[in-house]
T-cell receptor, first 116, second 110 residues
Framework: EAGVAQSPRYKIIEKRQSVAFWCNPI?????LYWYQQILGQGPKLLIQ????????DSQLPKDRFSAERLKGVDSTLKIQPAKLEDSAVYLC??????????????FGSGTRLTVV | QKEVEQNSGPLSVPEGAIASLNCTYS??????FFWYRQYSGKSPELIMS????GDKEDGRFTAQLNKASQYVSLLIRDSQPSDSATYLC??????????FGTGTRLKVLA
């Protein structure tokens, strides 16, 4: 079974620029999550999709962050404009929603964003 | 009070010893509990899950859950240098939110 694919692996941008991350979940996984992990902290949920609908985006800074999951498969997360405090690893994870209760998530390799 | 709390460490143990990692949570309605291991620069990987009070063993790992006291722990027996990593506790709360702790950094000294 192929894992969760993310790109790019690394990105360095200047503050106020925009950036986009891409995630392709495990085939058949209807539930997709974007997490932000700042160095030294645990992952923080930004947004959860069920198919192409948003289930939870309560911690997404909507003034600068946006995410979409067209066709219920791939997803993109965008930041515009970026701030220094957005420097973090952005992790994508996917699961069957019922399996999450028992088996947790499968994470992608993440995108490390540095804002300078 | 944080929803999921862990001591950030580092916790240093000698090779071959038992490493004990602890996690407390605030939502009494929480129902599923997980331990992830995260090597530096890598993504978290699931190593244990537990749902019922008591112990659950898997190889060198034992997860312990006490819902009355709202804590979950992870024991690693015969610790190896390769176990050196950050261990993240995750909880599915009563409102179905999946919350991670900040992680405990474990160092196993050869």
């Amino acid at each position: 079974e192929a894992g969760v694919a993310q790109s790019p692996r690394y990105k360095i941008i200047e503050k106020r620029q925009s950036v986009a991350f891409w995630c392709n979940p495990i085939s058949g996984h209807a539930t997709l999550y974007w997490y932000q992990q700042i160095l030294g902290q645990g992952p923080k949920l930004l947004i959860q999709f069920q198919n192409n609908g948003v289930v939870d985006d309560s911690q997404l800074p909507k003034d600068r962050f946006s995410a979409e999951r067209l066709k219920g498969v791939d997803s993109t997360l965008k930041i515009q404009p970026a701030k220094l405090e957005d420097s973090a690893v952005y992790l994508c994870a996917s699961t069957h929603i019922l399996q999450a209760l028992n088996y947790g998530y499968t994470f992608g390799s993440g995108t490390r964003l540095t804002v300078v | 009070q944080k929803e999921v709390e862990q001591n950030s460490g580092p916790l240093s143990v000698p090779e071959g010893a038992i490493a004990s990692l602890n996690c407390t949570y605030s939502d009494r309605g929480s129902q599923s509990f997980f331990w992830y291991r995260q090597y530096s620069g890598k993504s978290p990987e699931l190593i244990m899950s537990i749902y019922s009070n008591g112990d659950k063993e898997d190889g060198r790992f034992t997860a312990q859950l006490n819902k009355a006291s709202q804590y979950v722990s992870l024991l690693i027996r015969d610790s190896q240098p390769s176990d050196s990593a950050t261990y993240l506790c995750a909880v599915i709360t009563g409102t179905y939110k999946y919350i991670f702790g900040t992680g405990t950094r474990l160092k196993v000294l050869a």
